[in-house]
């Protein structure tokens, strides 16, 4: 047996999310239905980095799985692919030492959120972005990250309440903002997420653009470490997972 | 009755092309749907400068219609797009006289088609490009374009055989080339653009492209009046109905 790292990227818009359940497409579900067919209908697990919700897209996911065939790396690629769907896509795969885990290795992550910031719909950016047609004061919106980035934080008050993480210490490093013509970009870095935890930063920021909030607030809502105190999720069709470190 | 010019974009992914057919998804039979919504059930005809073939985009198609409803521009748009799918989109909505017509008074177009110069799927891309994996003279097209550019050619060789048009001269202005990473766009900009002719240029200008024809080819292609000279059909997915000029 080999163990080999894949990077995949999925347009997220047509999953039922990354994880395998009952009756629906699933990213997980579609990889081991190609892998089963590449190994005679033997089945193969794989292991992600971490789920992504439905409608969440990735640009570099990463996966290990093992295997008995002995294929070079760039065959595996072009196996996978002819036999993958459009949407979901192998970057790469590399051999790696059985050792090798995608989830408890990873030591960071960045995922990227896209906002549309105009008032009329591009049929081009709806499924990739979220359109926000309101007025946004933006440098309130990075005036507040100075209360979540740098040092850990418990990030109870950002997580979905579903979790079943216990610690909820987090570090995020970085979060900048790239404005590129009406597409706002919001970019996290950081050691690790918990659950919806991206998608209800951006729903506060959000909530601290349109003025329904102050930047303080952000410092007041990680004390509370209580869900119920921060703002609303943002949707699923606006975040990418960009990149996991090892 | 007030007629109104309007520019719509629409991803062509999910529609069969523009015309209204029996039982399929058109941009046409969506439009007139909506349209007969605003005006209690009347039916209200859209005339567009032109067809675009099922998996054609467009980022400007225009289109006339005829309506007694006594609404301020914007609020067209507004009320348009509250009713319409995410895929499909007005942009402006203006009065015009009442002898304008989208078809007839154009006196000229622009389209792009995209292509993707990898060797990899992209899946925010397979919508919108044609992934060409090969290698690619891309000066052999350029230099392929001066036999097409500049004046009048009878253009029957790019033409599909289905056409009804029987004056089959026009003069393309400008074929330029622009690299964007490993995303090639090719900008037609002419006085009209036959059925299929557009993807039959782009079908030709890659068998150029890739050696199997020679840039000499295209004045001989020209002048055989015959389509089954020309090279093939490029895919629907790459082309877009970028402007269309009054």
């Given amino acids: 047996m080999q163990r080999y790292k894949a990077i995949v990227a999925y347009d997220g818009t047509d999953f039922s999310g990354y994880q395998v359940q009952p009756h629906k497409r699933t990213v997980q579900s579609v990889l081991e239905t190609v892998l089963a067919k590449m190994h005679?209908?033997?089945?193969?697990?794989?292991?992600?980095?971490?789920?992504?919700?439905?409608?969440?897209?990735?640009?570099?996911?990463?996966?290990?799985?093992?295997?008995?065939?002995?294929i070079p790396d760039e065959k595996?690629?072009?196996?996978?692919?002819?036999?993958?769907?459009?949407?979901?896509?192998?970057?790469?795969?590399?051999?790696?030492?059985?050792?090798?885990?995608?989830?408890?290795?990873?030591?960071?992550?960045?995922?990227?959120?896209?906002?549309?910031?105009?008032?009329?719909r591009d049929p081009f950016e709806c499924r990739y972005s979220y359109r926000y047609p309101y007025k946004l004061n933006i440098e309130a919106m990075q005036d507040s990250c100075r209360y979540l980035v740098g040092e850990p934080h418990d990030f109870t008050s950002f997580c979905s309440a579903k979790t079943e993480v216990?610690?909820?210490?987090?570090?995020i490093e970085t979060i900048?903002?790239?404005?590129?013509?009406?597409?706002?970009?919001?970019?996290?870095?950081?050691?690790?997420?918990?659950?919806?935890?991206?998608?209800?930063?951006?729903?506060?920021?959000?909530?601290?653009?349109?003025?329904?909030?102050?930047?303080?607030d952000l410092e007041e809502i990680l004390k509370k470490k209580d869900r119920r105190f921060a703002g609303k999720t943002a949707p699923a069709h606006g975040l990418y997972l960009w990149e996991v470190f090892y």
């Fill in 76 to 120: 595996w690629v072009i196996a996978l692919n002819s036999l993958l769907p459009d949407d979901l896509s192998i970057l790469k795969v590399e051999k790696v030492k059985e050792s090798f885990h995608a989830r408890f290795d990873a030591v960071g992550k960045e995922y990227r959120y896209r906002l549309l910031l105009s008032k009329s």
């Fill in 176 to 216: 900048d903002f790239l404005m590129d013509g009406d597409l706002l970009t919001i970019r996290f870095v950081g050691n690790g997420f918990l659950y919806n935890m991206v998608r209800i930063l951006v729903g506060t920021l959000l909530e601290v653009g349109s003025g329904e909030r102050v930047p303080e």
């Fill in 166 to 171: 216990v610690d909820k210490v987090r570090t």
């Fill in 40 to 70: 005679k209908g033997h089945e193969v697990k794989v292991s992600a980095s971490g789920r992504t919700d439905a409608g969440v897209h990735a640009k570099g996911q990463v996966l290990h799985f093992d295997s008995p065939l002995s």
